[in-house]
């Protein structure tokens, strides 16, 4: 039975937001915790500081550097907004500067990780090896969840995908956590961590409320296999649909009229990875029976025309799925609105100030300064352009763009003494 991945609520910071209300406690791109705090003998004056705890613009740029020089930065940025396209990350100024919103969103959303956790501090909860572990494990599991959506929208709107390695295969969450720097790994999950500690804190996850959920979301728990013919109009899907309600076999008209080449020969197989849910939302039906042609649908992408069958389903039992369910409720929207509301409260009483190179911290989030002229801004290195990252594409498959903003920042370096 594959894991079903947790809702996302907000999937990326907006100004005045606390980082989206630090995202509700859904999954962090940008993660900071006290392993990255400067200390006192830091002489560059700190990126922003909460509460006496400070963030080091020497920690914020090694968090800039692996979203922008990366690719599994730019699968976490593609997974966790939904965005297919890419991001603007690099500053006007060219290489050694980044986009000022891009900056913004990571400080801001930094910021909000601070908060949640001094908030988890002042409620006495405590984060043990333990919950590290289940952080790590939930965290993987959404992960996985977020890549495939992501591959799949860039099949549907014919664009590569940062989420796909160079062997055509999406990554999965453990090769993207692995090849995250430590110290980011580390603090995302040990956020991870902080954020499933504050959902839990009151939530009723009685054995009432577990029951109720799963049946009410029987969809969400029901694994099934699905198949597909790939024909060029409809008129020929109509006649091999008719043929199937007439007798023939789904997996026969498959191998003999199936235009997908890759599936035919086993008779449109497309495997046994979606839930009842995700097959009546991509398909946008009301349901999905077991044996029953569905379509024919036709792709707006490619113009194809397609018939799926659900050829056999198997539903998880609720022994099964117990961790899951609990996971979805701790992440239902009432949950998560309860928990921003009282971050939002502890926001209003903390101080907060963040250097003037970005900005100033007004209501609940970072406000850029005004940029300047761009005869004023770096010109980018000559001899040196940029150098894109390779994004990697794959056919088939079972469909917004970020807008880039005026100005650039640049990265000071950071020394200190003593400590």
Request: charged fraction near 10%.
């Amino acid at each position: 039975m594959p894991v079903v991945p947790r809702p996302i609520f907000l999937r990326w910071p907006r100004a005045g937001s606390i980082a989206a209300v630090k995202r509700l406690l859904t999954l962090s791109i940008i993660v900071l915790v006290a392993g990255l705090l400067t200390t006192a003998c830091n002489v560059t004056p700190p990126a922003a500081t909460i509460n006496g705890a400070t963030i080091s613009v020497s920690a914020l740029n090694d968090q800039l550097r692996s979203f922008n020089s990366t690719q599994v930065g730019h699968c976490l940025l593609t997974a966790e907004t939904g965005q297919t396209s890419q991001f603007q990350t690099q500053g006007a100024g060219g290489p050694g500067t980044y986009d000022m919103a891009f900056t913004d969103s990571i400080l801001e959303n930094s910021v909000g990780n601070e908060l949640a956790f001094q908030l988890a501090a002042s409620k006495g909860l405590s984060v043990s090896a333990s919950d590290l572990k289940t952080a790590q494990q939930n965290f993987v599991a959404t992960l996985n969840g977020e890549i495939s959506a992501a591959a799949q929208q860039a099949n549907q709107s014919g664009t590569g995908s940062y989420c796909v390695a160079a062997s055509g295969q999406p990554l999965t969450g453990d090769q993207v956590m692995a090849a995250l720097p430590a110290t980011i790994r580390n603090a995302l999950i040990a956020n991870n961590a902080v954020d499933e500690k504050l959902l839990a804190d009151r939530a009723d996850i009685s054995d009432a409320a577990i029951s109720s959920y799963y049946a009410a979301n029987r969809g969400l728990f029901t694994a099934d296999c699905v198949s597909w013919i790939v024909t060029d109009s409809q008129d020929h899907a109509n006649q091999y649909a008719a043929q199937i309600n007439a007798g023939t076999s789904f997996s026969d008209v498959a191998k003999a009229h199936s235009l997908d080449t890759q599936t035919a020969s086993s008779g449109g197989t497309l495997g046994c990875s979606f839930t009842q849910s995700q097959v009546e939302q991509a398909l946008q039906v009301q349901s999905a029976p077991v044996g029953s042609p569905i379509g024919p649908i036709q792709d707006t992408r490619s113009g194809a025309w397609e018939i799926y069958e659900i050829t056999s389903q198997r539903v998880a039992s609720l022994s099964d799925v117990r961790s899951d369910v609990i996971q979805q409720l701790l992440q239902t929207a009432t949950n998560g609105n309860r928990i921003a509301k009282e971050i939002q409260t502890y926001a209003r009483h903390s101080n907060v100030s963040i250097d003037p190179q970005y900005g100033t911290w007004k209501g609940q989030g970072v406000v850029a300064p005004v940029a300047p002229p761009a005869q004023y801004l770096l010109a980018a290195v000559s001899g040196q352009p940029q150098t894109p990252l390779t994004v990697n594409s794959r056919s088939g498959g079972l469909g917004p763009s970020v807008t880039p903003a005026t100005g650039s920042v640049s990265t000071p370096t950071t020394s200190s003494s003593g400590n």
